[in-house]
């Protein structure tokens, strides 16, 4: 059992950076590859970004590939999403997620954080 807590989230203009943290319960953060989804307003919940258990590979969407950086440091449980040059689009609640394998699907992941909100004001 893998407990997520979310935080960072907040209110920032157009251009501007945020950064997201995901604390992970366990002494077996290391064994799961991490995820990052995001959810708008009426809008199905979409991948963002993940990387491997040891954070060697890593993976984003089109709509975020040079502005987002996701990483992780498994001593300290915790898995991050650096946000740059952020986009109105990019509002949406944002969870992390915890799986076996890495991937894009929302079902190859088991556990869930409860969200963060992002807002991003033009």
């Known amino acids: 059992q893998v407990q997520l807590v979310e935080s960072g989230g907040g209110l920032v203009q157009a251009g501007g950076s945020l950064r997201l943290s995901c604390a992970a319960s366990g002494r077996t953060f290391s064994s799961y590859a991490m995820g990052w989804f995001r959810q708008a307003p009426g809008k199905e919940r979409e991948f963002v970004a993940s990387?491997?258990?040891?954070?060697?590979?890593?993976h984003y969407s089109d709509s975020v590939k040079g502005r987002f950086t996701i990483s992780r440091d498994n001593a300290k449980n915790t898995v991050y999403l650096q946000m740059n040059g952020l986009k109105p689009e990019d509002t949406a609640v944002y969870y992390c997620a915890a799986g076996l394998v890495t991937g894009t699907s929302n079902r190859l992941y088991n556990y869930w954080g409860q969200g963060t909100q992002v807002t991003v004001s033009s």
């Open positions: 990387i491997s258990r040891s954070g060697v590979s890593t």
